[in-house]
């Protein structure tokens, strides 16, 4: 009986539901900081530029395209990841989008393809894992791109 209901099991860590929708921006839209004086973009968003310390930061959406810098196969056992026990194994890599900006994110629906970098890949809102009071969590995760079928 207490297999029955495995990825229903409640973290003991209960979120804020306030910080959840603080971060909506940043987490579903790929939403970042733009500095005006030194003319780099951040992600995720910032109130102070690190290079200038400017303040001025302007919101950018990023277009979630980018390439892939590093990558690593991640096998960890599947009793731990709730939700993700048909799985087994994991892509996770540094992407640079085509902004400028670095961001960490899953390789998802990879198939037979060995991820490699300066593969294109671009970013889709997918379904994470559940949350302690049993709501579904969203985020973005990245799909390699085929610049074959590209005009």
């Known amino acids: 009986m207490a297999n029955q209901y495995y990825d229903q099991v409640s973290n003991p860590i ?8 603080r971060n909506y921006p940043s987490l579903y839209r790929l ?34 395209k980018g390439k892939i810098v590093n990558v690593e196969q991640n096998n960890i056992p599947q009793i731990t990841v709730i939700g993700y026990r048909n799985l087994t194994a994991r892509y996770m890599a540094i992407i640079q989008l085509i902004e ?30 559940r949350d302690s009071n049993q709501t579904w969590q969203y985020g973005i995760k990245f799909i390699i791109r085929d610049v074959s079928n590209e005009a």
Do not use: N
């Open 31 to 64: 939403v970042g900081s733009y500095c005006v004086q030194c003319q780099k973009s951040f992600y995720p968003k910032r109130l102070v530029c690190p290079f200038c310390h400017h303040r001025e930061l302007l919101d950018k959406r990023f277009s979630g």
């Open 14 to 21: 209960l979120k804020s539901s306030l910080a959840i929708w």
């Open 100 to 129: 400028g900006p670095f961001t960490i994110g899953e390789l998802v629906d990879v198939g037979g393809i060995k991820p490699q970098a300066g593969m294109p890949v671009y970013s889709e809102l997918r379904r994470l894992a």
